[in-house]
């Protein structure tokens, strides 16, 4: 009946695959750039985790997962002992300085490419190419629909928005790697597939223009014109970043479920353009199922990586992997800010990786050869294969 | 104040809880027949997982969970050592021949019982019969309501549906061992509780009438005849199944959550059937949450299984049973078309099973006698009294 | 590239972390009375967890993880076996007398606070002070918005209903630590986040006071006059409770997510008042996500920790603690009735912080010294402030 595999070929040594995983050079699919002034520390613990700032409640934001898992990680790279109490570790950053501090984290990241989302504060960060010195690695730049948007409308009448947003992009995609939408910030992810008619998005246009007359802001939060943004990236061929789940308090997380995402991806299934769901936390294991029934669906845990500890990093990647394909997962760092961030993903998101994969190597479940492969796709091929990387 | 359990007698060898684990001579309460003709890779590959077929962008099918699991599990069943590569595996499995193959595996999963629901793509699988005697099992029908009202309405009129569909439900009570809707695939699980009256059945028959009068195809959408279909079965006293969670595309996953069933699990508590909530995955909290407030409510992680690895099942089958009642949990591989499922369902739940309940012993939570009769009720006993397969 | 922390120093013993946590004096910052009365198996029974009693199906419910853990932990109390049979179990807790098994059960917690709603069946159960003196420790009660409601729409108009509920709720501000409000289970937390108008108010009470004129029994089902509650308690300056997720079976689980609070969450973050999210479970990473994001927001597993058994409580456990700020967690049992209740949360709960926080120590994760700290915080500490119990 049931014969459990006492009899099997002795396991190879686990260890070795921590060796692989941290031989990747890994593809960072989705980031920000870093600050390059001082920071104090009221600022850098609100650059830590997705709190706007410490309050008057729960004490500083270093005691948090990640505030650990900087002092734990981070420390060392800045030759102090892991685990250096806060302000220790704030005094020798300031004494080493930020480039030099960034120079030393950024490189030990191991990442080799880095995809980086232009649309968000770009005036306090560093550009891709400074990131890419800063790295010792190549950048490629992210356009962010609801920006281009932005500019757009900004720029000329409700009249010509949708021609002049589609020049726009068309020009992007010339230089640009992938596209982004941050729709469910804005809108929530429930979005009608339909491309919507040329008729109802100049209706649209036209109100937002009007809005903005009467001393709105300008920020695009129209299901329509979004939905425009999102069809006229699916024609320009390149790979479309959503962002998805965990994000700060401006999203509605419960409307940030991918799963609301499925009447779209059945619409794009068959377009050649691949989607991207990034994030995901804590709707992790809605996003391996999208992966599973959606062979143009690739799915991340980035951001969450990062915030979630060690152990929190290896349990949402074995969730995440429950259903997605091995060849639809990808890494990215999603940091914003401090090269900390980036350098706490990649290190938690390596250690993650090793401890589930060696785990099935240890049980004798994977084959090493099968698992070294893995370790591959996931860290590096799969990303150069859907950005066409190498092309 | 707090003690721990130092001072506790001894806990048993563990290891016997794998023996009694593999001992048992399994129910599966919901499962499909196999394919009896030779397959090639791209079939293979499109029946392994919930994916329609292997695309462009992922790479092989085999590179899942539940790929590696059958090259672990299933080679050595076809004298093969384990992770043999998939083109070799499907070379020896076209070697041994189909019957053979399906011979082996399906009587290695010890199951003894096969409930099978022959509702979906009967034609292409093997008869509830011709499984029995291929695995040496017993194997009993469960019918399909959508299916039995769209044999019904392809053969009379609106005006006579609900009468020739509740005779048609009766005489099959009269074989079938239960019942199982679909309910989730056609129009999402959140059903209102009350019985609806002839005269909306009338009309919605009416309706669904003309559509395939229309050339509409004749697939049942409306939700008053499917509330119709539901509330007939349980007069009818057999337990009725429900597609819950995990499925293939065609689902729209957020509607198949099990707590959208809530009204009317409520309706149907004092009516004497079991209600069967299947798959459940990646709502399977929820499923166990509403087994301990139902009394009549009915639990599994059948189809994930088989699809999330070895550790992925023993995560989720701990997860149900966080608030589940042991005796509400049941055993079902969900599998359809390749004996490989049955098998792979079988043999990780086995290990799941073994697992969780192994740590529980080991850390002298639980009696080593609970655990050997809890192993007992999930594996076997609770299905036989749910259906009453002793009678 | 990536360093693994071979090089590291050598952590301290964990085990030492088993006892920082076994020497924490809790503060339990939700829970209700006990029974006073003998209570034969089946009302024994009826008390154990979520369900209503025991039922045809499912069995004893003595047969889940709560029935086990009691078994388990609670024998040894009452000086038998750990896993003595229930009927044994039972038999002894008769022999010794109520009042010993509780004094026993509830000395051996080492909760040294508890904060105890008095809206539901208050006249069942023991008072605060009762309590207080069964436990040798010291008592505060949680006022229930809903029950005070209740109360003045029995005692006056509609017209006066806003004026009395105030004042009533004012004077329970003086004596009460914290207010409490059940909104997920009469109308799901989905609430309109602005404070209700003054007419909206009396409509709605008007309505209300008419519709118990009817006859209907009294009992709070609408959301303008429990808005208007929960905005009268946050004038007044106290903690607010909220029961979110797990529950019996009147509660609408997919209406009780914690994530629907978000709108009244953003509302009242700057009101200076704590919100206090009960449970959570199943949705217990939604709740961490909203503490990372909200200072004002803390969170618990209580309920849940008694209920999933020790794996579940220390699964749980770690999954909130992936988000949630350490300085927002905080312990509850959420017991009623049943003395063990009390006992088994605290030693659960004690065990899953000591594997959590152990497992953290001993991969040098984190310093023995902050990880004590936090053992502080979370049993203690957190509520401590947030309570203002030692002002």
Redesign the interface.
Known sequence: ?????ED??PALDGGSI?EA???VSLVDHHCHGVMREPLDRAVFESLL????A????????F???VG??VR?LCA?VLDM???SEPDEYLHRRAELGVDEVTRRLMR???ISEFLVDTGFLQDRVTTPEDLAVLAGARAYEVVRLESVAAEVIAECSGNTFAQTCRARLEAAAHTAIAFKSIAAYRVGLDLAPERPSDADVLIAAARWESEIATGEPIRLNDRTLIRFLIWTAVDLGLPIQFHVG?G??DT???RG?P??L?PLL?AT?DC?V?IMLLHN??FH??AG?L??????V?VDVGL?VQ??????AA??L??L???A????VLFSTDAFGLPELYYVA??QF??ALAT?VE??VV?????ES?SRR?VR?IGSQNAR??YRLDS
């Open positions: 009946m049931a014969t459990f595999p099997m070929p921590a995983v941290a031989a985790c997705e709190a706007d410490p309050g008057q409640w729960h004490g500083s934001l005691d948090t997962q650990f898992s734990r060392p002992a892991p685990h030990a990241t191991g965990y700060d308090a509605d997380l419960a479920d799963l609301l499925m059945r299934a050649g691949p936390y804590p294991r809605h199922y992966a599973q029934v959606f062979d143009h690739f969450a915030n979630v500890g060690r152990r929190g349990s949402i074995a969730e992997l429950e259903l394909p091995f060849g639809s990649a290190m390596r250690e589930v785990e099935r049980q004798r479940d994977w084959s099968d893995i796709m294969r859907a």
